[in-house]
């Protein structure tokens, strides 16, 4: 293949910041023809930022986009579209009461000779798109219908027949069975025979060596590498992922638990549904126990399950000794029980609403006098807690939504430290929040755990922090605990990187 | 918890004054300025006399009460159609009860009707998670088609002149007793929606269903309460129909809750919940009321009131909505 004008997309000292805070710092990007060119780095990296400038929803602060050697200005995403760029979306963005066909051609269906819709044309068409990556389906199933995998293939085909060039998939294997990850690889090779460049976003390592040509890893913004997958190791990818320097919070200290007396929390075989299969655990006063596993192990939805978002199926709850039936979120509050829930703006916030309500709204039964809230208290108390963590907003009546992900998480944390719950779930506490906010969370868990004597169970993609603030950590897999061991027996997080990829 | 590391490194915080923004006070604009211009325009017609205003207080006073609880149904993220047939259905029963069995039964007659109603449609929507707009719709139709079955579509009478008195056409001292029952619902609703939890928790639960049931507020059942006050709302408008017209009709209130729902979001009260004021409502009532009285003054025909009425709805709530998803 000719170099030069085989590249089907190039990103140049490309540089883009939200809110002062500069999330990519002059990185250079480019993908061949033909070619898997996978996308590393912890989250917060940067990835997902620089994908979304590639489909023309952010605009880049400065550098420069070509496609197909020619420079592009990309302001919404039906820009990318046209531009042939395609994204794979990780929830799929199909419309489950529409089948198949109906919704590749979706604006764009076959007419017949009085401008009606011609859905026979369309569904011809459907099958042959499918055939073309060697696959047969019934184009008249909804999608509702189809297997996960499919809906996946729907997504590509779709894209396929808008003349998609360049496909971007963010972590496509994740809600994949491994014959179906099997055969989206399979297709992916047809793809490339075809010229279709792919950008591959993963955490699952093993899967980028199988798949990817080349590699860029991403690291606070910045490329840290791009090398072809044949030139590098898997000790050295996670070396560049998660960097030689360490920031001093980052950093690990010793501390004595007693597990002597009765666990605060105790899961006994606790199942719910398909995605928690029986686990048990049990979790000290003084205690932060992390749980670490790949995208769709379960994780949250043990935190779920325990908070009573998710109904167990069978198992014990043991809070205090005593067993516990808890159904609802007010069932686990009364139980001392508080989740910071891993979306934000969908469970943990009411975006539209002042800072101080958000905060109450936990606590509403603290601050009712004669059943009146007694609402000068309430701002007092707000305060407080405003001032404690540090929330940057001038005043304790705007609203949320005009704060950054920083101080909104801890709007979340500082509406549960008022119901002064003994047991803190945490999912993904640091998402999408800076680094200063990220320190102060991971000093306030501390702080709650070791000063306060709370017991913390910590769910986190973010290695370097949950290896941080654990006393242990608890590797889950397909809805099972694994095991667990002792946070001082992993040396560093290169070695938990190789724990969970189960190597 | 008692955080103390950053007491003395304390950033300003404001915790005494509450935003200004202008868009959710468009009604109280829009009001003012439909005065004003009928004030001068109606110079002299007998617009601006004491009597007319009080009358214009009067004939709202039905919409009004319902558009209160309204707003607790529509902030929570519901909405109520069944609320003019359901006035209908309790200005009979309640009338069908006052003659035979005496005022005390025909009250607790037609607050038995708001309640079973509401807590059906409250049972339908939360428990069989039917959606609400169905549930009511539905159930606007039952109301209706009861009221005219048990009544032969005939007016039930009412002779009692204390009910009439109470929730008509009566004065307490210099106030009439329909301005005294708008009063009393503003207040008590304005109250509860900023003054209680439960206010508070119907906010949370149109604001973002979710989020409020992780904080432990039981949604369903805030929803259920909203739906039930509706019906007990309702069922008060409709004695106050009958005490008004001094019989009881499957007419009174027919086609109320298209008024109502306007004076609720004329209120700036959100149609997709969270936000939502009962003071809003009240003068959105009494903007309806208003410009249904000076148009009739003007001597325009019903046909041209209606065009009006809907050209000047439509804009403040087009005022109103501006923004507001920022």
């Known amino acids: 293949m000719d170099e030069a004008n085989s590249v089907a997309v190039g990103m140049r000292r490309i540089t883009k910041a939200f809110n002062g805070v500069r999330v990519l710092d002059d990185v250079d990007f480019d993908l061949k023809q033909g070619e898997v060119h996978a996308l590393v780095g912890g989250n917060g990296a940067g990835k997902s930022t620089l994908m979304k400038i590639l489909e023309g929803v952010h605009s880049p602060d400065a550098g420069e986009i070509t496609i197909q050697g020619r420079p592009v200005r990309l302001s919404s995403s039906l820009d990318g579209r046209e531009h042939g760029i395609a994204m794979i979306f990780q929830e799929f963005s199909l419309i489950p009461t529409l089948n198949v066909s109906q919704n590749i051609f979706l604006t764009r269906e076959a007419r017949n000779a009085f401008r009606l819709l011609n859905d026979r044309e369309c569904e011809r068409a459907t099958r042959e798109l499918f055939r073309g990556i060697g696959v047969e389906i019934d184009a008249r199933l909804p999608v509702s219908a189809l297997s996960a995998g499919y809906k996946q293939l729907t997504e590509i085909v779709k894209a396929l027949s808008q003349n998609a060039r360049v496909l971007i998939m963010d972590e496509p294997t994740a809600s994949l069975t491994k014959s179906e990850t099997d055969s989206l690889f399979h297709i992916i090779a047809q793809l490339k025979e075809r010229g279709i460049g792919i950008i591959y976003i993963s955490h699952r390592m093993e899967e980028i060596f199988r798949v990817a040509d080349r590699v860029t890893i991403l690291r606070d913004g910045k490329v840290v590498a791009t090398e072809a997958i044949t030139d590098l190791t898997l000790e050295r990818m996670i070396e560049h992922i998660v960097g030689r320097k360490m920031e001093r919070s980052f950093q690990w200290l010793p501390r004595a638990v007693d597990r002597s007396g009765a666990p605060l929390l105790e899961l006994s075989s606790v199942v719910s549904g398909e995605r928690v299969r029986g686990i048990s655990l049990k979790l000290y006063k003084g205690e932060v126990i992390g749980l670490v596993g790949l995208m769709g192990s379960g994780r949250s939805e043990l935190l779920q399950s325990i908070f009573g978002i998710r109904q167990l199926t069978s198992g014990e709850v043991r809070v205090r000794g005593n067993p516990v039936e808890i159904r609802s979120p007010a069932d686990a509050m009364k139980a001392r029980i508080a989740m910071i829930p891993e979306d934000r703006r969908v469970q943990g916030l009411i975006m539209d609403h002042m800072l101080k309500d958000n905060i109450l709204l936990p606590l509403l039964k603290q601050f009712t006098r004669n059943g009146f809230i007694d609402d000068r208290a309430a701002r007092r108390k707000v305060g407080e807690y405003v001032r404690s963590l540090d929330i940057r907003a001038e005043s304790i009546f705007k609203i949320v939504r005009q704060l950054s992900g920083g101080n909104q998480q801890k709007v979340v944390i500082a509406k549960w430290l008022g119901a002064e719950p003994d047991i803190f779930l945490m999912d993904e506490p640091t998402a999408g929040v800076d680094i200063g906010a990220k320190t102060e969370i991971m000093t306030l868990i501390r702080h709650l755990a070791g000063d306060l004597g709370k017991a913390v169970l910590l769910v986190s993609s973010e290695l370097p922090e949950l290896l941080a603030v654990s006393d242990r950590i608890a590797f889950i897999r397909g809805g099972r605990l694994e095991r667990e061991v002792e946070r001082r027996t992993i040396e560093s997080e290169a070695a938990l990187h190789h724990l969970i990829q189960g190597n | ?326």
């Open chain 2, 1 to 326: 918890m008692r955080q103390t590391r950053s007491s003395d490194r304390a950033p300003s915080v404001r915790i005494s004054r509450a935003h200004f923004d202008w868009r959710q006070y468009v009604v109280y604009g829009g009001f003012i300025l439909v005065f004003l211009v009928f004030s001068v325009s109606l110079y002299g017609s007998g617009f601006l006399t004491l009597n007319n205003l009080l009358n214009i207080v009067r004939q709202t006073s039905t919409i009004t009460v319902m558009a209160v609880a309204m707003t607790f149904v529509i902030a929570a993220g519901e909405i109520d159609l069944s609320v003019g047939s359901l006035a209908g259905l309790a200005s009979v029963t309640t009338a069908m009860t006052v003659d035979r069995f005496g005022i005390v039964p025909g009250i607790i007659a037609g607050i038995l009707t708001g309640l079973i109603v509401g807590c059906v449609n409250g049972v339908l929507v939360t428990k069989v998670l039917i959606p609400s707009f169905l549930v009511t719709l539905g159930m606007l139709g039952i109301g209706n088609g009861i009221a005219m079955w048990i009544t032969d579509t005939a007016p039930v009478p009412i002779a009692s002149n204390v009910f009439n008195n109470v929730f008509g056409s009566g004065n307490v001292g210099p106030l009439p007793s329909l301005v005294i029952w708008t009063v009393v619902a503003l207040v008590v609703g304005h109250v509860a929606l900023r003054k209680t939890p439960y206010g508070r928790q119907v906010l949370a639960t149109g604001g973002n269903e979710i989020a409020s049931s992780f904080s432990g507020v039981k949604t369903k059942r805030i929803k259920f309460l909203a739906l039930m006050v509706s019906g007990l709302a309702a069922a008060l408008g409709g004695m106050l129909y009958a005490g008004r017209l001094h019989s009881g009709r499957f007419q009174w209130g027919q086609g109320d809750e298209l008024s109502v729902i306007a004076a609720v979001i004329l209120g700036g009260t959100s149609l997709s919940g969270g936000i939502g004021s009962v003071i809003g409502a009240v003068i959105g009532s009494l903007l309806i009321g208003l410009i249904n009285n000076g148009l009739l003054l003007m001597g325009l025909a019903y046909s041209q009131q209606l065009i009006i009425r809907g050209a000047i709805i439509i804009l403040a709530v087009a005022l109103g909505r501006r923004g507001r998803s920022m």
